[in-house]
T-cell receptor
């Protein structure tokens, strides 16, 4: 059974203080690993898809990387508007559904 | 504009009542999904459908039912058999051949 574990559960950063969020996964054949951003009371917003170990993708202050066991979402010089919950999900070849972790709640203070 | 529309945004249900949550997409996506989100629990899959007139149970299907009579629509009924229905419900869709899921803005259901 696919499993996704995100850490930490919550993270508080000062504006400009870079850090990383972790997503550890087990899946029987990885079709894709996904990162989403979710603001309170809203639906998740797609950020990245990673397909194979060694792959990296960037968008503004965010960079996602992938190994065979985990993915990292690196946040460089964060701003208060980066505050949100970041969700990681995997899709395996055994099914079509996305399996989500519980998320990391990020708060960036001025 | 293309997208996924969930309605209503807020829904209140009395105990013992069935309620139906709407999910409509104009993205021409084949696959549609229903997730439930509780505080500290992440998203859990209720039902999904790859094509019209076909759907499969997810991890927490008990107390829920769905239909897929049209490609654009995937309504979710929360029945009286669902013991703890208060939650945030999210609908998503994926285009065939793609892995990127688009989400609606959610429906918050509260049992009163």
């Amino acid at each position: 059974e696919d499993q996704v574990t995100q850490s930490p559960e919550a993270l508080r950063l000062q504006e400009g203080e870079s850090s990383s969020l972790n997503c550890s996964y087990t899946v029987s054949g990885l079709r894709g690993l996904f990162w989403y951003r979710q603001d309170p009371g809203k639906g998740p917003e797609f950020l990245f898809t990673l397909y194979s170990a060694g792959e990296e993708k960037e968008k503004e202050r965010l960079k996602a990387t992938l190994t065979k066991k985990e993915s990292f979402l690196h946040i460089t010089a964060p701003k208060p508007e980066d505050s949100a919950t970041y969700l990681c999900a995997v899709q395996g070849y055994s099914g079509y559904a996305l399996n989500f972790g519980k998320g990391t709640s990020l708060l960036v203070t001025p | 504009d293309g997208g996924i529309t969930q309605s209503p945004k807020y829904l209140f249900r009395k105990e013992g009542q069935n309620v139906t949550l709407s999910c409509e997409q104009n993205l021409n996506h084949d696959a549609m999904y229903w997730y439930r989100q509780d505080p500290g629990q992440g998203l859990r899959l209720i039902y999904y459908s790859q094509i019209v007139n076909d759907f499969q149970k997810g991890d927490i299907a008990e107390g829920y039912s769905v239909s897929r009579e049209k490609k654009e629509s995937f309504p979710l009924t929360v029945t009286s058999a669902q013991k703890n229905p208060t939650a945030f419900y999210l609908c998503a869709s994926i285009r065939q051949g793609s892995t990127e899921a688009f989400f609606g803005q959610g429906t918050r259901l509260t049992v009163v």
